[in-house]
């Protein structure tokens, strides 16, 4: 088995990604994706602007150079290389000299956080707009101001990038997280690592797993239409998002509310600080793998969850914000919510007729008394009773209010001393 990565490594790998100016397409993202694909093999498509997916149409690409606001001594007062974030996302071209009342409708900021500078996008409306902290522009003459933005929006295509793990069969388990946000540490760049790190952990699983890179909203949207015919493949399934803050787990069901993904979720958060919430059609792109004509098996794990900290959507999203310890936290979740949906099978009891003699079976400890003989024990005594061909390891596990992994070690033994057998 690989060595997992450490929580100073995700952290390290969200630094290395934090500047680079990301959107819903363009060439951060490749660059984005460059750097993934140095720690795990991906696949790049490119969709060509104009393509029609489901309902949405792939917009054109954009691109940025520079951009600034300059007062009267050539000074940046507004500097586009100090953050990415202070210019509005896919902002057309603009060249020109503006006082600050014209300049006003196009400045941005968040008066109750008057230190920081707020994310603001405009991708299907075409506008320009910068962002400041609200102490900057406190500060600012009447102008008049130099402005620039040097970007392009034209024709060019939105790019998508998976890794796929094969496993022994083909049913899936897809994970997929944004890379669509700019400098924005744990919204989302500590989603990817953390999908990073769990790509590296997996060694021949049982089922196949994919990971999704791609923008939110419209990647996904891109995605179902070109995988349209194979999401029946999709078994399980969880958008990654915000998982690197300091605060405790979040889980967000599934449309269907009682999916395996659901199940394994809550059964692994159970000894963990978590919360858990019903799914609701606002959020990240569950929403778009749950939307009703799909509705797959698909939840959503954060931390705290997008909107719930102040630092959400500003300046303040940055790397210190971001904890070695909540990223190896997250990752450590998912390989355990991984362990479930791996073991996690029906079997079927073939001794059903009374309890079967387990001892002369070697199947009951020789150190009576210790708590881990007695889970043992107890484990199997659970599984046997349940084994009915209805009830799966996992939904054992939740009956019995014992962790999944004493189960599953149960069923093996069993199934070793051929008194259950898994059912096809």
Not at 83 to 97: A, D, F, K
Not at 321 to 346: K, S
Request: glycine letters at 8%.
């Amino acid at each position: 088995m690989t060595s997992p990565m450490t929580g100073p490594e995700l952290h390290a790998l969200v630094e290395r990604l934090y500047p680079i100016c990301r959107s819903i397409t363009g060439d951060g993202v490749r660059a984005t994706l460059e750097i993934i694909g140095e720690h795990v093999p991906l696949k790049i498509t490119e969709v060509p602007t104009g393509t029609q997916v489901l309902d949405w149409t792939v917009p054109k690409e954009w691109n940025i150079r520079d951009a600034y606001v300059k007062d009267a001594t050539g000074r940046r007062v507004i500097d586009f290389r100090e953050s990415n974030l202070h210019v509005v996302g896919y902002s057309v071209p603009v060249s020109g000299t503006y006082t600050l009342e014209e300049l006003r409708p196009r400045l941005h900021t968040l008066p109750e956080q008057p230190d920081l500078v707020p994310y603001r996008t405009s991708y299907y409306a075409e506008t320009w707009g910068f962002c400041l902290r609200q102490e900057t522009l406190d500060a600012l003459d009447d102008g008049p101001y130099e402005v620039l933005i040097d970007s392009t929006l034209r024709h060019g295509s939105l790019t998508i990038a998976e890794h796929v793990v094969p496993g022994q069969i083909e049913d899936e388990i897809v994970l997929s997280c944004h890379t669509c946000h700019p400098s924005l540490a744990n919204d989302n760049l500590a989603g990817i690592a953390v999908a990073v790190g769990l790509a590296q952990r997996l060694e021949r699983p049982r089922h196949t797993y994919r990971f999704l890179f791609m923008p939110g909203t419209i990647g996904a949207i891109t995605w179902l239409a070109l995988n349209r015919d194979r999401v029946d493949r999709i078994a399980h399934g969880l958008t990654l998002a915000c998982a690197g803050d300091p605060g405790r787990l979040t889980y967000k069901r599934s449309r269907r509310g009682d999916a395996g993904i659901d199940r394994a979720m809550t059964h692994v958060l159970k000894d963990r600080p978590h919360d858990v919430v019903p799914f609701s059609p606002y959020g990240y792109d569950e929403r778009q793998f749950c939307s009703p004509g799909f509705n797959l098996p698909f939840g959503s794990l954060t931390r705290t969850p997008y909107a719930g900290y102040p630092e959400y959507h500003t300046s303040g999203d940055n790397p210190d914000f971001v904890t070695p310890a909540a990223l190896a936290d997250t990752l450590e979740t998912l390989w355990q919510v991984t362990r479930v949906l791996e073991g996690d099978r029906t079997l079927l009891n073939l001794s059903p007729y009374g309890e079967p003699q387990l001892g002369r079976r070697g199947l009951y400890g020789s150190l009576g008394g210790r708590s881990d003989t007695k889970q043992a024990q107890l484990a199997m005594l659970w599984v046997l009773n349940l084994s009915d061909g209805e009830h799966s390891l996992l939904d054992i596990a939740r009956r019995a209010e014992l962790p999944f992994m004493a189960v599953e070690e149960a069923a093996r033994a069993l199934q070793d001393a051929g008194l259950v057998k898994e059912l096809a």
